[in-house]
C-alpha cells in the first residue's frame, strides 16, 4: 500500500488538466468562448472537418485530441466491448446504484456536483460519464463517425472551464476542483467498483473480462483528461487506489444526501406505480452497505431483506440462459430493456439515441466461462 | 416441522421468493412430479429457497462496506 500514500495522493488534488486547461484559459482570454460554442454545435462525429473560424487554441486542442491513445490494444477493447454486450443490464444497474451513490459518499465532489448544477438536474455531470460506457461501445466508437472522441474533447472542456470558474469566483475551498484525484477515484467508481457491485449481485464474470472491462476504462480515463501515468496500470493498483481514495473522502454530507435522494425519485418515477418504489432505496443499499447508505440516508423498508435474492435470482437467470438461443435471446431482450431504463432515466432520455447494436451479439460470442472473477482483496490502510 | 418453525416470518416470505425462482428458472418439470399437494409444495419451496440463498446468498458483505466501516472507526477514534 505504499504506492498511494496521503502525501502522493495530496500531490494529485494539486492537478488538473493542463492541456485543457491552457486551451480553456486562452479561449476565455480572446473573448472566444461564446463563438467556440456555437461553431461546436456542429462538430459532433470524429473524422468531421473542424468547423470554419475555430479559434487558434481550440483548433490546437482538437487536432491534439483528436486521436485514441497510440498505446490501444485493440483486441483487449473488443474483449470489452464483448463483456459489456453480455452483462449490459448487469453493468448499468451497479452504474446507476452503484458507481452514482460512490460519487455522493465523496463530500466535496457531491458539493461540487450541486455547486455547477443546481439549476439544471444536478446528476446530469456523472450520468453522461455513465454513458460514456455506451458510446464506447459502438463498433465504431474511435472511428471516423463515431461519436465518443468528439464528446470526450467537450467533456474535457467543460471540465476545465468548470475548474476555471470556480477558481476564478473564489467559490471552491481548494486549489483545483476536479483535480486529478478526483478525475481517477471516479474513475475508479466506474470501472472496479462497478465489478465489485457485479461480484455482489452474483453475477458470473472471468477474469478476462473483468480485467478487459478495466482496461476500457483505462482508455477512457486517458481520453478524459486523467494522466495515464498515473491511473492504475491493473485491477490490483486499482483496488489499492480506490480503497485509498474512499477511505480518504468518504463520509457523510448534506448534499450527497440531495443528490442520492433526487437519484431515487428519478428512478421511482420510471417504474409505474408505487408498489414497486421501495425497490431502488434497497438495491442501492444492497450494493454499497448499511453504512454508506446510512451517510446518504437511503430509505429503510421491508424490501431490504427481500433484495438479499438478487443474485438468487440472478444466478437462476444465468442458468436458464444456458437452456437455449431461445431462453438466452429472451433474456438478452429483458437485458436490453433494463439498460434502457436505467441508463436513460439516467440522462433524462438522451442514451435512448445510442442503443447498444444488436448485431454484436451475434458477431462474438461470449465463451462459457469456467473460472469466476473475484475483486482483490482490500489492502492495509 | 421442528426446523420449519423456527423460521421467522420474514424469513419465510424471503425463501419462499427464493424457492419460488428458483422452481421456475431451475426446474419447474421435475419440481411439479414431485410436489402433489399444497403444503408439501410450500415446504419444498421454503427449502429450495434456504438452499439457493446459501449457494448464492453468502456473497460477502458490501466491499464499500468494509471501507465505511474503518472511516466510521477512524472517526471515532478522534
New interface residues.
Given amino acids: 500500500m505504499d504506492r498511494y500514500t496521503d502525501e502522493y495522493m495530496d500531490g494529485l488534488r494539486l492537478k488538473g488538466d493542463e492541456l485543457a486547461d491552457a486551451t480553456v484559459e486562452a479561449l476565455f482570454a480572446g473573448g472566444e468562448v461564446a463563438r467556440f460554442n456555437t461553431l461546436m454545435r456542429w462538430f459532433t462525429t470524429s473524422g468531421q472537418a473542424l468547423p470554419e473560424g475555430l479559434p487558434d487554441s481550440a483548433g490546437a486542442y482538437l487536432r491534439v485530441t483528436a486521436m485514441p491513445p497510440d498505446w490501444v490494444d485493440w483486441t483487449l477493447m473488443e474483449q470489452a466491448r464483448q463483456f459489456f454486450i453480455d452483462n449490459d443490464a448487469h453493468i448499468s444497474t451497479a452504474l446507476a446504484f452503484a458507481a452514482m451513490p460512490a460519487c455522493y459518499l465523496v463530500p466535496h465532489v457531491a458539493k461540487l456536483l450541486s455547486a455547477t448544477h443546481s439549476l439544471d438536474y444536478p446528476s446530469r455531470r456523472m450520468a453522461e460519464t455513465g454513458q460514456f460506457t455506451v458510446y464506447l461501445m459502438q463498433p465504431d466508437a474511435f472511428e471516423a463517425g463515431g461519436r465518443f472522441l468528439p464528446a470526450a474533447q467537450k467533456v474535457r472542456l467543460l471540465h476545465a472551464s468548470i475548474r476555471r470558474h470556480l477558481r476564478q469566483e473564489n467559490q471552491w475551498s481548494e486549489p483545483v476542483p476536479i483535480c486529478q484525484e478526483d478525475m481517477i477515484g471516479g474513475l475508479m467508481m466506474f470501472s472496479i467498483q462497478v465489478l465489485d457491485a457485479l461480484y455482489r449481485l452474483g453475477v458470473h464474470i472471468t477474469p478476462e473480462g473483468a480485467q478487459a472491462y478495466y482496461y476500457a476504462w483505462r482508455v477512457v480515463g486517458t481520453v478524459l483528461g486523467c494522466d495515464p501515468a498515473v491511473i492504475p496500470a491493473d485491477l490490483q493498483t486499482a483496488r489499492e487506489f480506490s480503497d485509498r481514495y474512499m477511505v480518504r473522502h468518504m463520509g457523510p454530507s448534506a448534499e450527497g444526501v440531495d443528490l442520492t435522494r433526487e437519484l431515487i425519485e428519478m428512478y421511482e418515477q420510471v417504474v409505474p406505480g408505487t408498489l414497486l418504489d421501495p425497490v431502488v432505496p434497497a438495491l442501492i443499499r444492497f450494493l454499497i452497505g448499511d453504512t454508506s447508505a446510512d451517510w446518504l440516508q437511503v430509505p429503510r423498508s421491508r424490501w431490504d431483506s427481500i433484495i438479499k435474492i438478487a443474485p438468487t435470482l440472478l444466478g437462476a437467470l444465468e442458468r436458464f440462459e444456458d437452456r437455449g438461443p431461445w431462453a438466452s435471446q429472451l433474456s438478452d431482450r429483458l437485458g436490453h430493456l433494463v439498460t434502457t431504463l436505467e441508463l436513460s432515466s439516467l440522462t433524462h432520455g438522451r442514451v435512448m439515441h445510442y442503443a447498444i447494436p444488436q448485431e454484436l451479439k451475434t458477431a462474438y460470442g461470449m465463451p462459457s466461462a469456467p473460472a469466476r472473477w473475484t475483486p482483490p482483496p482490500s489492502a492495509d490502510l | 416441522m421442528g426446523r420449519n418453525e423456527s423460521v421467522r416470518p420474514?424469513?419465510e416470505?424471503?425463501y419462499l421468493?427464493?424457492g419460488v425462482?428458483?422452481l421456475?428458472?431451475?426446474g419447474m418439470r421435475g419440481g411439479a412430479r414431485r410436489l402433489p399437494r399444497l403444503v408439501e409444495m410450500r415446504e419444498e419451496l421454503r427449502a429450495r429457497?434456504e438452499l439457493?440463498?446459501r449457494?448464492?446468498?453468502s456473497?460477502?458483505?458490501?466491499?464499500?462496506?468494509?471501507?465505511?466501516?474503518?472511516?466510521?472507526e477512524?472517526?471515532a477514534d478522534g
Avoid: K, Y
Fill in positions: 420474514q424469513d416470505m424471503l421468493a427464493a425462482a428458483d421456475v428458472v431451475g429457497g439457493a440463498l449457494r448464492t446468498g456473497a460477502p458483505e458490501a466491499h464499500l462496506e468494509v471501507l465505511a466501516r474503518r472511516v466510521a477512524r472517526n
